[in-house]
């Protein structure tokens, strides 16, 4: 009798186990379309951040940090690094934040590639080029968050199907 109640009892955690796994795998998927959002924001408010304030990236940096989340941790990151004493790139401050904020997992070399891809012209001298390159960047995410949104609706299904099928046949072979 009592292997009977341990063998159920396993079934409900191994399941249980896969809805939870589901579940994680959506809500990941959910929260890279959330900071995609965050990060186009934050890149139309870098963007009047250069054009009209003309104040310094550091400041500017100082400001976006207030964003909640992942992209507000990101500018606190490069605000301090602006910061730190003997002062190293923009470039070199942007990359090494962006190295901390993506996850490979959560995000493709896609997004990465078009954030690191601005930092490479922040804190040029031309103005007009910075500006050209942030509107260029978020377009891009734009575009990369409209397929994520997709992604997130198909794949979300997708991901509660198999983890719950997967714990299924996990108890239905060790019965």
Known sequence: METGYLKLFGGVLILS???LSGLYLSRRLRARTAILGDLILSLTALQNEISFVRAPLGEAFL????????????????HEGMKRLPRPSVYSIWEESLKLMFEPMMFSSEEYDAMLSLGRELGTGDVNAQLRAVRFTAEELSRIRKGAEADEKKKKRMYMGLSIIAAAVIVIAAA
């Open 63 to 78: 400001r976006l940090s207030r964003i909640d989340g992942e992209v507000g941790r990101f500018y606190l990151r490069c």
């Open 17 to 19: 186990a896969g809805i």
